[in-house]
């Protein structure tokens, strides 16, 4: 069996460095080389610091980059540099070895021949090219040197985007593109696709395509570019950059050298017309308004704030090529697709709308659809590998055979063949063989048409996931409108949100405790606690509390609260294990639902934090007593004790959140006896329910707490003197001080004249009460209004 300990990353750019990070977040020893410089003065020609500076440079500016490359900054530890005069002959002792110089074929086949000389017989190579063919980088190399050589071509920024297309030659032996196509999935958290060696591979020929027919459409159709953004954005379930914000994020040299490559060596490409230049986007290639790297792009911004306080941000106009202030977008198209939550009634919605916004999206998908049929099989054997590309690669939410099963496949190729689209001849023989979509989800799995078998085909290597969407051909469980409950096998119940942005208000809540019943009375294992939506859950439902709070119903919010408080409780102290499976967001009410949990599988990619305080509250939902409960169990004998009180009383007072799944372990947040990190963020419910299977077996219902040790008033002065120095250093206003108080209050179990133990109960009873005294402020409320309408905190 292939093991990987060591990698060596030759190149260390925007790329390089990325790449050398994540590695290491994937617990690698990395050894991490490039040039030396070229104009070293001769007192310094034999100094290794500066023969290093490059590399060491590049390093330290990715490790300060943002958003940042690193899962933890310790992990920086398991790189270390050389440069390429000193150090090649290292990579003797690395398992694989990554070239990600610049993107030129000489310069790659230099670098390739020494790799040759130096490498151990048996270590892998690869390319991290974006395009140039893989197989030219072969000529010359050793009959070992071709057998274990590959591309595996990451996108930036290397941790956070989840593609990576391994892209294979004739000479690659079958056991190192079937090694890296699970090694990418399970060590690296990555999609993995497998590419063939043509221009651009998948995801950069589907998506350039699609980003060049969107700047020939918008001038035909007669669209600005922030009404075009908009509807090419979340609106069909893409990223907020939309497609000319993208572009100006990519870099514009960059994407014209993908274009004209994709014109140039794809001369049977049937829609080449498409890979064009409009004359716009030579003005800004001639001006070097590359996009973001040098200043403006499509975009410019002025260093001036608008009447609130917003920065003003100029757009091209695409006929005069001149600057101006855009209004905001109004098209009717884009009023539809706020109104439609769902996204395949949404992408229907905005593609049959009778305006420009509706037309633009119409016929840049119909081109789609006629584009990504023709490329079967040409760049890839199967459907699944393009949508694969595109989802991971370019982050949208749907595939480009997804979106033509969202608008239905008769009716897509209508009218892409009425719009003069050639739509391939397979996809018709599909329909007529009476198969009506690319995909089908029967009994948990999901389907693929195979257009060679002719027949529906399970998606190969997702068997290790849990798709929750695979399940709804079986009937819930337990379902309310805010939660479902399912039965994901092996006596497993998972329970999904279904609130928006899963919010945590009376349905969540009355379905996590109607599932633990049904798991207790029924013959299940466990229940797992997960979704597959893009966040975990953003907390608690604060629309609900405002109205409570507002209209002064105390009674009914004390009893909201209390009901918080006990769900978390249910969670630990239920008779079947319970284990949380999380991505994305896990604030507030979330957070304190896994740290009840007896378990939580984090996403690595998990956002983790009591962000409570930045409305003007404090963890109601158990979340500061459990925080006492955990400087409890930290104390020994003989310790200080006040230290680690006021590190957690600094963790929830600044409302700290975990950039990652490893980093919420610092925090508190997770436990590393009880809580795990999984790098692919779609595992992370399968090795949940493996965790409750695990547990099942012999699992004894845990007791409640009354041995939780506080230092009350001791406690309390240490706790006030820490609050003093975040008002003193500026990180807290006066209403900051009195939030500060109330958790210290709760952490040190109120006026005690000394330290004692108390249960948990006693101090949820103290969190409650201070939760619901903070309610009654109004700056607390104007903190709870304001969040509700900007989506971001007040600092009052």
């Known amino acids: 069996m292939r093991r990987i300990k060591k990698v060596a990353v030759l190149g260390s750019g925007i790329m390089g460095s990325g790449i050398a990070c994540h590695l290491a977040n994937a617990g690698l020893q990395v050894l991490m080389l490039d040039i030396v410089p070229r104009d070293l003065p001769e007192n310094k020609k034999n100094d290794k610091a500066a023969r290093n500076s490059i590399v060491n440079a590049a390093l330290a500016a990715s490790i300060k980059s943002k958003p940042a490359p690193l899962y933890d900054n310790a992990f920086a530890s398991r790189i270390t540099t050389g440069n390429f005069d000193d150090d090649f002959p290292n990579i003797k002792e690395c398992d694989w070895i990554i070239e990600v110089v610049v993107e030129r074929l000489d310069i790659k086949k230099i670098i390739l021949e020494k790799v040759d000389q130096y490498r151990q017989k048996g270590s892998l190579v690869t390319s991290n090219t974006s395009g140039i063919p893989i197989h030219l980088m072969l000529e010359g190399r050793s009959d070992d040197f071709k057998k274990h050589f590959c591309g595996t071509h990451f996108f930036n920024p290397p941790r956070y985007m989840r593609l990576l297309e391994i892209i294979p030659t004739k000479e690659t032996s079958q056991e190192v593109v079937d090694f890296f196509m699970e090694y990418g999935d399970v060590h690296l958290g990555k999609q993995t696709v497998l590419a063939k060696d043509t221009p651009a591979f998948i995801a950069n020929r589907v998506g350039v395509y699609a980003m060049a027919k969107i700047y020939q459409l918008a001038t035909e159709i007669g669209l600005t570019i922030n009404e075009v953004d908009a509807l090419t954005g979340p609106a069909i379930g893409r990223p907020k950059t939309g497609t000319f914000r993208l572009g100006d994020l990519v870099g514009h ?3 014209a050298k993908v274009i004209t490559g994709i014109r140039d060596n794809c001369p049977d490409d049937e829609q080449a017309g498409a890979f064009t230049i409009p004359k716009y986007f030579q003005f800004l290639l001639d001006n070097n308004f590359l996009g973001n790297k040098s200043g403006q792009g499509f975009y410019k911004k002025t260093g001036e704030k608008d009447e609130k306080g917003k920065p003003v941000v100029l757009a091209l106009n695409l006929d005069t090529l001149e600057y101006e202030k855009q209004p905001k977008p109004s098209l009717p198209s884009l009023a539809i697709a706020k109104q439609t939550e769902i996204l395949d009634k949404r992408v229907q919605a905005v593609f049959a709308a009778q305006d420009k916004g509706g037309e633009l999206v119409r016929r840049s998908l119909l081109g789609l659809f006629a584009y990504v049929s ?9 459907i699944y590998s393009i949508d694969d590309a595109l989802r991971a690669g370019f982050a949208w939410d749907l595939g480009p055979f997804e979106y033509w099963d969202a608008i239905g496949v008769q009716k897509g190729i209508e009218m892409a063949e009425a719009q003069g689209e050639q739509v391939s001849l397979w996809v018709k023989d599909m329909m007529a063989a009476g198969a009506v979509s690319f995909y089908k989800s029967e009994g948990g799995k999901r389907y693929y048409y195979d257009q060679v078998s002719k027949a529906y085909q399970e ?3 997702t068997e290790a996931f ?10 819930p469980v337990y379902q309310n409108p805010d939660a479902t409950l399912h039965d994901i096998g092996d006596g497993v119940l998972c329970l999904e949100f279904q609130s928006k942005a899963n919010t945590m208000g009376e349905g969540v809540l009355r379905g996590i405790n109607d599932a633990i019943k049904i798991a207790e009375e029924g013959e299940w294992n466990g229940l797992v606690i997960g979704n597959n939506a893009k966040n975990f859950t953003v907390g608690a439902n604060l629309m609900m509390l405002a109205m409570m709070a507002y209209e002064q119903e105390w009674e009914q919010l004390g ?4 009901m918080f408080q006990n769900t978390t409780m249910r969670c630990r102290y239920s008779s079947i294990p319970v284990v949380a499976a999380t991505q994305g967001y896990v604030f507030g009410g979330g957070c304190e639902t896994i740290m009840h949990c007896d378990a939580a599988v984090c996403a690595a990619e998990s956002y983790i934090g009591l962000v409570e305080v930045g409305v003007g509250l404090i963890p109601g939902g158990a979340g500061t007593k459990e925080f006492a409960v955990r400087a409890s169990d930290s104390f020994f004998e003989g310790d200080v004790q006040i230290p680690t009180l006021v590190e957690k009383f600094k963790t929830i007072a600044l409302a700290s ?13 997770l436990l590393p006896e009880k809580d795990s990190v999984v790098l692919n963020t779609m595992r992370n419910i399968a090795e949940a329910k493996k965790k409750v299977l695990e547990l099942a077996n012999n699992y004894v219902q845990p007791i409640e707490r009354t041995d939780v040790t506080v230092l009350g008033r001791g406690g309390l002065a240490a706790l006030y003197v820490a609050a003093n120095e975040l008002k003193l250093g500026n ?4 209403h900051d001080i009195k939030i500060a108080k109330k958790i210290a209050w709760v952490l040190c179990g109120g006026d005690l004249t000394g330290t004692q133990q108390v249960s948990e109960r006693y101090l949820l009873d103290l969190e409650r009460e201070a939760f619901l005294s903070l309610c009654g402020e109004q700056k607390t409320l104007e903190r709870v209004q304001y969040m509700l309408t900007n989506n971001r905190p007040l600092r009052n």
Do not use: C, M, Q
């Not at 023709?374 to 199967?382: G, K, M, S, V, Y």
């Not at 009893?559 to 209390?562: I, L, P």
């Open 559 to 562: 009893f909201a609260v209390k």
């Open 466 to 475: 849990v798709i929750l969407d695979n399940y709804w051909d079986k009937k």
């Open 459 to 461: 998606i190969p290597g």
């Open 374 to 382: 023709n490329r079967i099989p040409e760049i890839a054997d199967h």
């Open 253 to 255: 040299d960059t994407a």
């Open 657 to 669: 959140v975990a950039t990652s799944a490893y980093e919420a372990f610092n925090y508190g947040y």
């Open 731 to 734: 990180y807290a206003s006066e």
